[in-house]
């Protein structure tokens, strides 16, 4: 359980320390590992297990790792005048990058993607609205913002307005074959051509999403709380 619920963090984009194992002359400790002192939203990719790319929350910076955070290659800008949300790397190649971000003061917003591991980038989708999120499932990627959930076939040169998808979408988590949408009073759960609004409990305004196989790990922007559920979403 501890490891799912580890993972869905991961999921969720949260700033990370590494933990350095005991030994018999010094107890486990945390260290930070930088690249910044505000750290920020962090993505994955298995393609290259030791590659970390982070964007501090409303940056218009990457920052890339390829030695699991150990050192850390100069800051990239993806563009001017926006304020970057979230991020994801493909998970079949490591060199591609998609950034989320807005206009700042609202009103546009933007999917930057790069093919050369965060050295460049341009963007692949532009909207009237807040893009808040983005992610990867299998060779689809996926975009959140205020008009709804966007979703490219083609690692994002074409974009395309899911039907039935949530507006005001916040944030996306992907696993299997399951997309999970969160709004500021719900959370949904896209499948194939159907979308579910979940039976979450009370009223919540997501602030994070996570997933990984039936755990669902949802917080609370207001108060801090979090809702749990390790069947998929159904309860």
Excluded at 29 to 52: D, E, I, K, V
Excluded at 135 to 158: I, M
Aim: no cysteine; aromatic share 8%.
């Amino acid at each position: 359980m501890h490891r799912f619920l580890g993972r869905a963090l991961l999921a969720m984009g949260l700033s990370v320390a590494l933990a350095v194992p005991a030994t018999a002359a010094k107890a486990p400790s945390w260290l930070s590992m930088g690249p910044n002192a505000s750290g920020g939203y962090l993505a994955f990719t298995p393609a290259a297990p030791s590659r970390l790319y982070v964007l501090p929350d409303g940056a218009r910076a990457v920052f890339r790792s390829d030695d699991h955070g150990v050192t850390w290659a100069p800051p990239t800008p993806f563009a001017s005048g926006v304020s970057g949300t979230h991020l994801a790397a493909d998970p079949r190649d490591a060199n591609v990058v998609y950034v989320a971000a807005s206009q700042l003061g609202g009103g546009q917003g933007h999917i930057y993607r790069s093919t050369d591991g965060a050295k460049t980038f341009r963007p692949v989708l532009n909207d009237k609205a807040d893009i808040t999120d983005v992610t990867v499932l299998g060779r689809r990627v996926y975009a959140a913002g205020v008009s709804g959930v966007f979703s490219s076939d083609d690692r994002g040169a074409h974009w395309a307005l899911l039907p039935g998808s949530p507006a005001g979408a916040k944030r996306l988590v992907a696993d299997g074959t399951a997309l999970f949408v969160g709004t500021d009073n719900a959370v949904f759960r896209i499948e194939g051509s159907k979308t579910t609004k979940l039976p979450v409990p009370g009223d919540i305004f997501v602030e994070h999403l996570g997933a990984h196989g039936q755990l669902v790990v949802a917080s609370q922007e207001r108060d801090g709380s979090a809702v749990i559920s390790t069947d998929g979403g159904r309860s």
